[in-house]
């Protein structure tokens, strides 16, 4: 079974600072793109950021600038940097991850980890 294991979320001050991290596990013969997701109450999921294995990245307009992708391919992590956060950044955050899973199926699929929560307030 593929596993995305998500963490980092919290509470933060409007302007400051957060990490997530996000790892993937289990029965993984590769992975071809891993992404961030959020959603607000009463709100559509949108993806935050993406990126592959060629180490192309796509962000939302809304955090160009501000928030970073990167990847740990020895760990099969990937992070987001969120900076100068702002209040309307509150939301459930969620990993994404493109991934053939090993033997017998080699099967692709999107997997999706269980979330984290980040709130942005005074």
């Known amino acids: 079974q593929v596993q995305l294991v998500e963490s980092g979320g919290g509470l933060v001050q409007p302007g400051g600072s957060l990490r997530l991290s996000c790892a993937a596990s289990?029965?993984?013969?590769?992975?071809?793109?891993m992404g961030w997701y959020r959603q607000a109450p009463g709100k559509e999921r949108e993806l935050v950021a993406a990126i592959t294995t060629g180490v192309s990245t796509n962000y939302a307009d809304s955090v160009k600038g501000r928030f970073t992708i990167s990847r740990d391919y020895a760990k099969n992590t990937v992070y987001l940097q969120m900076n100068s956060l702002k209040s309307e950044d509150t939301a459930v955050y969620y990993c994404?991850?493109?991934?053939?899973?090993?033997?017998?199926?080699?099967?692709?699929?999107?997997?999706w980890g269980q979330g984290t929560q980040v709130t942005v307030s005074s």
């Open positions: 289990g029965s993984i013969f590769s992975i071809h793109a």
């Open positions: 994404n991850a493109r991934i053939t899973s090993g033997p017998p199926s080699y099967r692709r699929d999107d997997y």
